[in-house]
């Protein structure tokens, strides 16, 4: 497994932006695929956005054109670009990763990831 840490959350108003970072350590990050989920209360984990090893991103629906998945692999650092950010948008955000190629559209499978963050809150007020 490797160990991600996750920041980069906060309060926001409706239309403002946040970019949020997952830090990597104990596994080589370069090979792992990398994606961020998020989870409201009582719903449940819901795919946001992911990046393979080689740099294919996907972006969910809900985001497409508002936020931007990217790596920095010198940095073992994972980002998450957020902007437009709306009320429904708020949510604890998670980073995940694993060694395993997509396929199928797997990346948007919670069970795929071996590894997950602790999580980071991100409120937008309206």
């Known amino acids: 497994q490797v160990h991600l840490v996750e920041s980069g959350g906060g309060l926001v108003q409706t239309g403002g932006s946040l970019r949020l970072s997952c830090t990597a350590s104990r596994r080589p990050y370069t090979s792992d695929s990398m994606a961020w989920f998020r989870q409201a209360p009582g719903q449940e984990r819901e795919f946001v956005a992911a990046?393979?090893?080689?740099?294919?991103?996907y972006h969910a629906d809900s985001v497409k054109g508002r936020f931007t998945i990217s790596r920095d692999n010198s940095q073992n650092t994972l980002y998450l670009q957020m902007n437009t950010l709306e009320p429904e948008d708020t949510a604890v955000y998670y980073c995940a990763a694993t060694a395993r190629a997509y396929s199928n559209r797997s990346y948007i499978r919670p069970q795929i990831y071996d590894s997950w963050g602790q999580g980071t809150q991100v409120t937008v007020s309206s």
């Open positions: 990046i393979s090893y080689i740099g294919n991103t």
